[in-house]
């Protein structure tokens, strides 16, 4: 058999074992709809139980970090060079679905196992990571359990409340069995100049594949975020007879702000230049609010994101120009609260280019695929980590219950995955 026609058998013979991961996966969490396994939680901890299990019938060498990721290696020939990392991670968002990162993690453990069916050895380690609290909704911080694991978590990340329990991130990490004492004291657990490269398998969020008929993507970037959880208007609460010159209209304000911003999007989008602007909250104060009564007080979250730096600061800086003129023209104060970054995942091109060539030798269609969201393999090219990512085929969206993956799509991925590893790594 030749060596494409045995990659091909060897991660199809994967298909039950991924069946059966998805199956056990979907046991940690499970609400009405859909999963939530909230970062930091005993929910995603026992994901990362089910995960590792699945490591241990494989043979793989199983550790955690001080941030409580999981750590799943095929050792290589030579354990001192630098390794293949494969993973994404396993908390979601409030009902979400079962894929969204999950998939990631199950890729590499299937691409793992497909090598040892092909009875190959590789030259270096190859580690699937299971990564903790990548849905940053929880702490409102982003990729912690990847910016932990490299030594890179902002400045007072671990005091971050998780919005459900008002707990610190450093209470959760210690809970689930992390050391976030560790995380204060160094070194990292991962040097990002001893990583070979991170690759990420995940399900596209937006459904272009499936509109294409085609099961996987080839991602050309993932943007970059700025984002202000809570930012917060104040004008003056008013009857609503009160003529408009003498009124500061908090909620007014805030449209304000948001039209403008969603012009600048429009403008650019049609000048080619891809972006995403969101006001995820947008609220009056309910215990103040009223049919009779001028807001005083309104609230919202935004979230902006960019494939280039540039492009970025320029639609942040236009947020902040809105602000300033919409607050001196209808006399209200705006206090922008904190602020998040997260850097743009500039995918290597080498990398890109050997999954393309995997494809194409396995007769497997794909198409380059921008990344609408955010996603670890950000963190390990902000830290300057060689990264690519496939996307696999989704029919409804992510971060909901009815995230629609089929098994054979996957596969098609876990093939790429694991013909990029042979020609990498095995002397394929």
Not at 173 to 179: L, N, P, V
Not at 316 to 341: Q, Y
Not at 370 to 395: E, Q, T, W, Y
Request: net charge negative; proline share 5%.
């Amino acid at each position: 058999m030749d060596r494409v026609s045995a990659i091909k058998a060897a991660v199809r013979a994967q298909h039950g074992r991924v069946e059966a991961l998805f199956a056990e996966l979907a046991r940690c969490g499970r609400t009405e709809p859909g999963f939530t396994r909230p970062s930091y939680s005993p929910e995603e901890t026992a994901a990362h139980a089910v995960v590792a299990r699945c490591a241990a019938d494989l043979g793989l060498a199983i550790g955690r970090d001080a941030a409580a990721n999981t750590a799943m290696t095929l050792p290589g020939r030579d354990r001192t060079l630098p390794p293949i990392l494969i993973g994404s991670h396993l908390d979601t968002v409030a009902q979400g679905g079962n894929f969204d990162g999950a998939a990631g993690v199950v890729a590499g453990l299937a691409a793992v196992a497909a090598i040892r069916v092909l009875g190959l050895e590789p030259e270096r380690d190859i580690t699937v990571l299971g990564i903790r609290a990548e849905e940053s909704v929880w702490f409102q911080v982003s990729y912690i359990g990847s910016r932990a694991a490299l030594g890179a978590l902002p400045d007072g990340a671990l005091d971050a409340a998780r919005i459900d329990t008002g707990l610190s991130l450093a209470a959760h990490i210690a809970r689930e069995g992390g050391d976030p004492d560790a995380l204060v004291r160094g070194p990292a657990a991962r040097a990002a100049a001893a990583i070979h490269a991170f690759l990420e398998v995940h399900i596209e969020q937006a459904p272009s594949l499936e509109e294409a008929g085609i099961s996987v993507g080839l991602c050309t970037g993932i943007p970059g975020n700025v984002r202000y959880p809570d930012v917060r208007i104040a004008g003056r609460y008013d009857h609503v007879g009160t003529p408009r010159r003498f009124r500061r209209d908090a909620a007014m304000a805030g449209a304000e702000i948001a039209l403008a911003l969603d012009r600048v999007w429009a403008e650019r989008e049609a000048a080619g230049c891809p972006m995403a602007v969101t006001f995820g909250r947008f609220h009056t104060d309910a215990a103040a609010h009223g049919l009779t009564t001028v807001p005083g007080e309104f609230r919202f979250s935004l979230d902006m994101r960019a494939y280039a730096a540039g492009v970025l600061a320029a639609l942040e800086a236009a947020f902040l120009v809105a602000v300033a003129e919409v607050s001196a023209r209808r006399g209200v104060t705006v206090t922008l609260g904190p602020r998040a970054e997260a850097g743009v995942g500039t995918v290597a091109p080498r990398i890109r280019d050997g999954f393309a060539a995997a494809a194409d030798a396995l007769g497997i269609a794909t198409r380059p695929l921008g990344s609408p969201a955010s996603h670890d393999a950000a963190a390990f090219a902000k830290a300057g980590v060689p990264m690519a990512m496939l996307f696999v085929r989704n029919a409804n969206g992510s971060h909901n219950p009815d995230e629609t993956m089929a098994i054979d799509d996957l596969l098609d991925a876990v093939a790429i995955l694991t013909a990029w590893l042979v020609a990498e790594t095995c002397g394929g």
